[in-house]
């Protein structure tokens, strides 16, 4: 298929691509990478009256240290963030680097945009999940300024934000990390997550987190916490599962397999966390 008829515009600049969303009205898009808007529309999913291309703002285009976090402009490509080579900014956030060879294929990688992902919101994208569970601040400017949101407030439900239709999201920070890997065993085809298990390690906060595995996306594993509490390793782990109940079930995967999988990649994510 192909997509319905749209208006077409470039901006070269955050102020330009917002008056021009403004101007346009709430069914006008933004185009950055593309990799999940184009096919939608193809499909017929997504019907924007037009489009503004966003892809001369070479400005949004970076990943620095801020203090002791991390700046990722948002259309930096996900490629970039696999290619990260600073010592001091992989000592910290290495987890992105290591996540970012999960995302898609490697044109995806190459042509898809850190911010475009974060403002799809598809609860099983990589770059939401590590977000919402290292705490990120996504920034967004529209006509009334200049907004920072948190991640949790960010977030409210499957391809669904908190973003207005007149904003755009120029950047996403994240605070320090001291510890932190992700695991995904992808469906070969697709590269989505049949499971994905995600921990991280601050002070003494420990979060476990999964996705692809649950009816509902993204889910806290509560026990696999307390265990590794009182002592942060891989054998903390050993010989515990999480109940089927409550999993997805489908051609690519049954319930009791995704339970197993959490267990095997939970154990996984630890060690490679250190």
């Not at 890997?181 to 420990?206: C, D, H, Q, T, W």
């Amino acid at each position: 298929m192909k997509p319905a008829a749209f208006e077409f515009r470039r901006a070269s600049t955050v102020e330009e691509a917002v008056e021009q969303l403004t101007e346009l009205g709430d069914d006008a898009k933004l185009l950055a990478g593309g990799q999940s808007l184009v096919p939608m529309m193809n499909f017929r999913l997504v019907r924007p009256s037009a489009l503004v291309d966003i892809n001369g703002i070479t400005a949004l285009q970076y990943a620095e240290r801020s203090g002791e976090g991390l700046r990722i402009g948002a259309l930096t490509p996900h490629r970039w963030v696999e290619l990260l080579e600073d010592p001091e900014v992989l000592k910290s956030f290495g987890v992105l680097k290591r996540a970012a060879r999960w995302v898609g294929h490697y044109p995806i990688r190459t042509q898809g945009t850190f911010g475009g992902s974060i403002a799809h919101a598809d609860p099983s994208a990589e770059w939401c999940v590590l977000a919402l569970l290292l705490d990120a601040e996504v920034v967004a400017v529209g006509p009334r300024g200049r907004r920072v949101i948190t991640a949790a407030d960010f977030f409210r439900g499957f391809l669904d934000t908190a973003l207005e239709p007149d904003e755009i999201v120029t950047k996403v920070q994240f605070p320090k990390v001291n510890k932190a890997a992700y695991m995904k065993f992808p469906n070969p085809a697709s590269r989505y997550a049949l499971v994905g298990v995600f921990v991280s390690k601050r002070s003494s906060e420990i979060r476990v987190a999964v996705t692809g595995a649950g009816a509902n996306g993204v889910f806290r594993v509560t026990a696999f916490e307390e265990a590794l509490k009182k002592r942060f390793g891989a054998k903390s782990l050993e010989g515990m599962t999480v109940p089927a109940d409550g999993m997805a079930s489908d051609i690519h995967g049954s319930a009791e397999y995704r339970a197993h999988l959490i267990g095997v990649l939970a154990r996984r994510a630890v060690a490679a966390a250190g």
